[in-house]
Each structure stands twice: as structure tokens, then as C-alpha cells.
């Protein structure tokens, strides 16, 4: 069997296409979608994911600022920044990339954001949202998998969704989408022990660890459709994911690519969430 690809590209391209539309709506009431992204110190990985983000807000007609801060930031100057786009009628979503330094506590500065503004989807409320099956912002890349799965029309009721992976804000949201669902999830970690036999049980496997080459062909059943979240670089400097994209192909039924694949829809999924933010702002 080889796998039919589900490309990140293209769905990201038809959804942002709608969210264009969107926008302009929004704007012919009076609206702009805003998106503030506040980067700290210069991660050169990070400088590229701030600016990938503020160009996919242009491409699609919403507002963006982009605030970047030295490395030496106390965290109090960054909570009073944070304070005031809380309080901006222009923003409806705020993005703080992380990592932020060691002398700031991610956690409360999170906490700090509005969270109905909260685009990212990693405040607690968000967070206990998703928990109770309740409305709220999703975290953008798994999120962003659900869309994949919804692209093939995927029924994930009683199907085994086996996710790799157990970080806030990949593993553990995507574990509780796919239940809301009616999935029968299996969460692994770096602590399970018979990984394998588990994924050979998937009909969904969820990769998100971080690892090159960590799911191999002989580890999935034929027809799983597979979802490539991993970020590394192979031998040659190239953008890789964690599966080993052409063994698997040779037996899963759907698989995403790396490039081109989760990536492209995490951000499309931050632009539907601003978007979504700013049309509840509306409403209000
Ligand atoms: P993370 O916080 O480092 O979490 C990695 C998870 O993998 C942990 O839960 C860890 O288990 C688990 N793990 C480690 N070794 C394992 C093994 N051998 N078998 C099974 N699980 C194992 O990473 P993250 O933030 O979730 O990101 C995961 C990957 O996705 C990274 O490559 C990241 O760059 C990428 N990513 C991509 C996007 C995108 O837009 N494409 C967005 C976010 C992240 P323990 O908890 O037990 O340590």
C-alpha cells in the first residue's frame, strides 16, 4: 500500500482563502481581526515562527504587531505589556512565544493573558474548556491534526488513536480531542514501555515527541492513518519530522508530510482562532 498524503499546504491554502473572506466581512462592519505577538530575546527559531505568524496575518487582512524584547525583560514589564493589549479594542488575540528566559515564569505570564484572547489556547481556561468538552480556544497544532483528519472525512468514533507524546500543549490536548470524538485513546511517553505493541494496535498515531526516525514502518498497521506533528533536522540540515516518511508510506493509508504538513496548519489554525476571537468581540 502507499499512503495518500494529506497535504498541510493545500488545506492550510483553501482555509485561509475562507478566513480572507471572513475578514473582509468583519471589516465592512467595522472590524480589523488583530493579533499581537510578543517575542522575547532573539531565538533564532523563534524569530522565524514570529515572523512566519505576522505575514500570515497580512496574507489574510488581519491587523498584527509584533513587540520584541530584549533577553534582560523583567517579568514585570512584560505582565504590564500584557495588561495593556488586554485592554486593547484593537487585539483580540495575544501570542507570547515561547520559551521565554529562565528569570520568567511562563506560567504566570500565560495566566496573565486575557483569556478571551487567549488565541494560543494555553491559559488555564482554555485549557480546562477543552477538558470539559466545552467552547473555547483550542491549542493551534492539534487543532490543527483535527482539521487533517476532518480533510479525509475520518470517523475517529470507536477507532484506537494512539498519541505519541504527552506535552501541554501537543500530546495531552490532542489526546482529549480525539476522545471528544469518541476515539479509544492511548496516550506513550518516554517512560512506556512496550511502544510498539502499541502503535501496531493504531488505527491513528499522533507522532509529537521530537525524535528523527522514531516511528518505523514496522510499527504501524497497514492502512493507520498517520500524523507527523515532529520538528527535527536530519543529517543534512533539512526540516524532518519523527516518522520515517518513506518506509511508513509503504504501509500506512493516510500520512502527513514534514514539511508541509502540521506546520503550515498551526498557523492557519492561530489565524481561525483570532478570527473567531474578533467575531465573538463583535457580538459582545
Ligand atoms: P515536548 O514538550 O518536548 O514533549 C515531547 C514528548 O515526547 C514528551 O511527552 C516525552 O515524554 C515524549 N517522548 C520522549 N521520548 C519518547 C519516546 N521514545 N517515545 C514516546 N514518547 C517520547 O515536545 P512538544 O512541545 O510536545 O513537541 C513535540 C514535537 O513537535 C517537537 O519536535 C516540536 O518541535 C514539534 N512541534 C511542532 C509543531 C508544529 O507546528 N509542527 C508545533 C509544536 C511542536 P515525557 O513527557 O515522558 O518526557
Not at 33 to 41: D, S
Not at 143 to 166: T, W
Not at 254 to 283: H, R, W
Amino acid at each position: 500500500m502507499t499512503a495518500q498524503l494529506i497535504n498541510g499546504n493545500e488545506l492550510s491554502k483553501s482555509i485561509r482563502a475562507a478566513l480572507t473572506q471572513r475578514a473582509a466581512t468583519l471589516k465592512t462592519k467595522g472590524l480589523t481581526p488583530g493579533l499581537a505577538v510578543i517575542m522575547v530575546g532573539e531565538n533564532p527559531a523563534s524569530q522565524v515562527y514570529v515572523r512566519n505568524k505576522v505575514k500570515a496575518c497580512e496574507e489574510v487582512g488581519f491587523f498584527s504587531s509584533l513587540d520584541t524584547y530584549p533577553q534582560t525583560i523583567s517579568e514585570n514589564e512584560l505582565l504590564a505589556h500584557i495588561r495593556l493589549l488586554n485592554g486593547d479594542p484593537k487585539i483580540h488575540g495575544i501570542l507570547v512565544q515561547l520559551p521565554l528566559p529562565n528569570h520568567i515564569n511562563s506560567t504566570r505570564v500565560i495566566e496573565s493573558i486575557d483569556p478571551l484572547k487567549d488565541v494560543d489556547g494555553f491559559h488555564i481556561s482554555s485549557a480546562g474548556a477543552l477538558l470539559k468538552g466545552m467552547p473555547g480556544f483550542w491549542p493551534c497544532t492539534p487543532y490543527g491534526c483535527m482539521k487533517m483528519l476532518d480533510s479525509i472525512d475520518y470517523d475517529l468514533k470507536g477507532k484506537h488513536a494512539v498519541v505519541l507524546g504527552r506535552s501541554d500543549i501537543v500530546g495531552k490536548p490532542m489526546a482529549l480531542m480525539l476522545l471528544e470524538q469518541k476515539a479509544t485513546v492511548t496516550i506513550c511517553h518516554s517512560s512506556t514501555l512496550n511502544l510498539k505493541e502499541i502503535t501496531l494496535q493504531a488505527d491513528v498515531i499522533v507522532c509529537a515527541v521530537g525524535k528523527r526516525n522514531l516511528l518505523t514502518k514496522d510499527m504501524v498497521k497497514p492502512g493507520a492513518v498517520v500524523i507527523d506533528v515532529g520538528m527535527n533536522r536530519d543529517d543534512q540540515g533539512r526540516l524532518c519530522g519523527d516518522v520515517d516518511f518513506p518506509g511508513v508510506s509503504e504501509v500506512a493509508g493516510f500520512i502527513t508530510p514534514v514539511p508541509g504538513g502540521v506546520g503550515p496548519m498551526t498557523i492557519t489554525m492561530l489565524l481561525q482562532n483570532t478570527l473567531d476571537s474578533a467575531e465573538k468581540y463583535l457580538c459582545r
